[in-house]
């Protein structure tokens, strides 16, 4: 299988950049539309918490100090829903109150600023390669292996190419490998106000399926999917 690098695990994810001074945040979301599929930017806590209501992310990138809501606060609420998500301060604080308490939040990176593009793009590896738990060849089956980079399966000695959909599905099944997961769940983590028909994503799971071995995804009868490994 091929090589690649990290972060094209970002090719079809989304990332929510919360930043309230104008500049910063439209330098830094210039560099953040290179890798990611969408980049939502927002100028405080609040409207991060709000976003979050509307639209499942994968990354997080929050300043601190911001009105209305600092970075921190709004990070604490974001963990009592999700323990994972990976998360990146950017951060003109360094006292070590503020570093501590990041710590405690589980902190993917926390970089000071002025921060430079390299550094930026170092943590972006970091919290890829925690998406999928710092593993690139992910074994699926017998003979199947998912490459996260590369959104590709490798079956029986031969690449076979996901779309972004179809990948997008299946790194969410691997994070909830061996878990149950709902139509809802589905509709909730890949789409965003319009949702399709169970339909379309029977027909998704179907191709899916059909790459990387029928037995792999089951069906959970009332409600709806398990991928096993």
């Known amino acids: 299988m091929e090589n690649c690098d990290a972060l094209d695990i970002l090719s079809d994810k989304k990332v929510l950049y919360a930043e309230d001074e104008a500049g910063i945040r439209r330098n ?19 409207e991060a918490i709000d976003e979050m209501v509307l639209e ?26 999700n323990k ?31 921060y430079d593009k390299d550094m930026l793009i170092n943590a972006l590896e970091t919290a890829s390669m925690e998406l999928v738990g710092n593993n690139l060849h992910i074994k699926l089956g017998t003979n199947c292996i998912y490459n996260p980079c590369t959104k590709s399966v490798n079956s029986n000695s031969k690449e076979i190419k996901l779309s972004k959909s179809e990948s997008r599905l299946l790194e969410y099944f691997i994070k ?21 028909s169970k339909e379309a994503i029977k027909s998704i799971i179907k191709e899916l399926r059909r790459k990387i071995g029928k ?3 089951k069906n959970i009868y009332g409600i709806g999917y398990m991928l096993e490994i």
């Open 28 to 46: 830094v979301t210039e560099i953040l539309e290179l890798f990611f599929q969408k980049v939502v930017s927002v100028s405080d806590g609040k």
């Open 176 to 196: 909830r490998a061996n878990q149950s997961v709902s139509f809802d769940d589905i509709y909730d983590y890949i789409w965003e106000f319009e949702q399709p």
């Open 215 to 217: 037995e792999c995804i």
């Open 84 to 114: 994972n998500i990976p998360i990146i301060i950017l951060s003109a604080h360094t006292e070590q109150d503020y570093l501590w308490r990041a710590v405690e939040l589980k902190i993917t990176k926390y970089l000071t600023k002025p």
């Open 56 to 81: 499942s992310y994968d990354i997080l990138i929050f300043d601190i100090c911001m009105p209305n809501m600092d970075g921190l606060e709004a990070i604490k609420i974001v963990r009592k829903k």
